[in-house]
């Protein structure tokens, strides 16, 4: 008799409490052949830690959860009708019964139940997801020139969220699309390859890990100007710069990890000026600014490494280049330069190669990303920049990506920016 009480609790919906349970031999209402009428409060038997009910609210509501299993047969002289018997949502060779839920990759999928047939379906939200199936199959079937994968870092979460928690630049004012490149026009042979790790191999700031904070507005700035300092001052102004210093104190006209503009940024980045990263560590969220407007090292708690350093680390005026040679230039001259792209959904999924928007990166959805390039290569004619990404090492090429160069690709060459950094004059090279 068990297994067909169980059934029954199926059919009646008192699923959630009784589901792969034994329930307690009945009967219940069969005890005293007590079936009430109307809705009765008294007319209950104990059924495991709780009541059931044997009156006539049970026809009404055959789906309500608290009908004794043996309502049916004893008081209405029924079997079990084969309908009624709910069949449970299955997903993953596991069972659901209404209300219950699973995720699916960034979605919840719940277990819902139609009120007039009792018929169980599943009902899933149809967010896009930030990784995709489709995406790291489709790019990696030949004819691609670089490779996708599967982040677990990524796995679960929104391709909305990824927009705007891995990226925060937003959107370019027309003044600042309007700044003027400079046009160096160097008559030089530049070199095939040129790698600023290579060529300053103790000079170029590490890889960031951004977290989920649309802070790439101040961690491409402050990853830039590091280099630039060691690089312009040869060594002697060598240290990380805080990007945490333009997060929490660069609030105006910004949206800290809800992302930032570039020209405001480098602006701060000009007469506020950064710590180092070991003065003030990246949090990934905005914090309280410890620094007052004016200040200097000192009385900010944070000793530069070179004594005759007083005023924080600075930059200065920045300046557009717009011509694959004069970046290239300028790159080899001074060190890395910012670049604004535009991130497609298939970019989230880079693992190596060189990167090219792919017909599944055609999303309506996409976001501006700040990056710093680095240097460039050419593989079997197919020429690239090397730019680092601030999504950590674990992503792409050791933090880095390729990506074609030439072609304004993903808009990497249309707005690239950088600027000189202060440095301290006798340590300046001539
Ligand atoms: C219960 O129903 C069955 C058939 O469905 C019938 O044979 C039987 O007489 C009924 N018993 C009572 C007490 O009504
Ligand atoms: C991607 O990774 C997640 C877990 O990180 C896994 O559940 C999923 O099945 C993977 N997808 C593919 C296509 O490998
Ligand atoms: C480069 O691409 C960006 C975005 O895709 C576009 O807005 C811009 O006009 C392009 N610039 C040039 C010079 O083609």
Known sequence: MASVYLL???????????????LPPGPYCGITSDCCENRKDSCSHKILDT??????????????DDCCP???????????APALIVEPCRYDRQTYLPGQSYTENCNECECIQ?????????SCKQDVCLMSDDIVYGVNQPGHTWRAANYSEFYGKKLADGLKYKLGTLPLSAVTKRMLPIDYDKNIDYPQ?????????????????????GSDWAVSIAS????????????????????????????????????????????????????????????????????ARRGDLLRDGCPPADPRRTSRYKVGPPYRLKKEKDIMFDIMDSGPVQAVMTVYHDFFHYRDGIYRR?????????????????????????????????WGTQWGEDGYFRIARGSNES????????????????????
């Open 193 to 213: 390859n040129f790698d600023a790790r290579r060529r300053w191999p103790r000079f170029i700031s590490p890889v960031v890990d951004q977290g989920w904070c």
């Open 51 to 64: 009541l059931c009910y044997c009156d006539e609210f049970c026809d009404l509501n055959r789906a309500h």
């Open 8 to 22: 029954l609790a199926f059919a009646l919906g008192t699923v959630a409490a009784y589901t792969g349970l034994d």
């Open 411 to 430: 808009g990497i060459e249309s707005f690239v920016v950088a600027a000189l950094s202060d440095v301290i004059m006798a340590n300046a090279r001539t």
């Open 114 to 122: 139609d009120p007039v047939s009792k018929a169980t379906s599943w």
């Open 224 to 291: 830039i100007a590091s280099d630039r300092f060691a690089i312009q001052s040869n060594g002697a102004e060598n240290m990380v710069l805080s990007p945490q210093t333009m997060l929490s104190c660069n609030l105006r006209q910004q949206q800290g990890c809800g992302g930032g503009n570039i020209d405001v940024a480098w602006n701060f980045a000009g007469t506020h000026g950064f710590v180092d990263e070991k003065c003030f560590p990246y949090k990934a969220s905005v914090t309280s600014c410890p620094y």
């Open 358 to 390: 792919s017909r599944y990166g055609d999303n309506q959805l996409q976001g501006l990303h700040s990056v710093r390039i680095v240097g460039w290569g050419e593989d079997h004619r197919d020429k690239y920049w090397i730019v680092a990404n601030s």
């Open 70 to 80: 043996d309502y049916l047969p004893v008081c209405r002289n029924q079997t079990i």
